[in-house]
């Protein structure tokens, strides 16, 4: 065999061998949703003036922020830096409109959201029981 044949071979080893690495990091890389993903949202009957806890799994990137907004607008205290003895990031919503929020997680390119449905606040205003907190689930005469 030549010395140009030879250089050829080893050249087409190398690109060879490049690709199957490509191939198997590829394949065993985590799916996209693995950085930043599982949005959810405290509560069941989400109220207009109430305060949730809206939640996102951060597995691999533990340094970059997650932005998290509510139909396209950032929510107060966003964006959130992950702790890097947790995989979760954590911030309080409260929806200011009723109907559907779009809420979103995001982080570099990758995102994850969740949709829930808001309803106006009834009952009487102002009243912890309308959102569900406060002691009136405890102690029903002190609910206002």
């Known amino acids: 065999m030549t010395a140009p044949h030879r250089h050829l071979r080893r050249a087409g080893f190398g690109v060879t061998a490049f690709g199957a ?82 809420l979103e997680a995001r982080q570099l390119l990758i995102s994850d959201s969740v949709t829930v449905n808001v309803v106006e606040r009834g009952g009487s205003t102002g009243s912890a029981g309308a959102c569900g907190g406060g002691l009136g689930g405890l102690l029903p005469g002190l609910s206002g």
């Open 21 to 102: 690495m490509t191939a198997v990091a590829v394949l065993a890389a985590p799916h996209a949703s693995a950085w930043v993903g599982d949005v959810t949202v405290s509560g069941t009957k989400h109220t207009v003036g109430c305060t949730y806890t809206v939640t996102a799994r951060v597995d691999v990137d533990r340094l970059t922020e997650v932005k998290f907004t509510d139909n396209g607008e950032a929510i107060p205290g966003s964006p959130v830096k992950p702790s890097l003895t947790s995989n979760k990031v954590s911030l309080t919503w409260t929806p200011g409109t009723a109907g559907a929020h779009k």
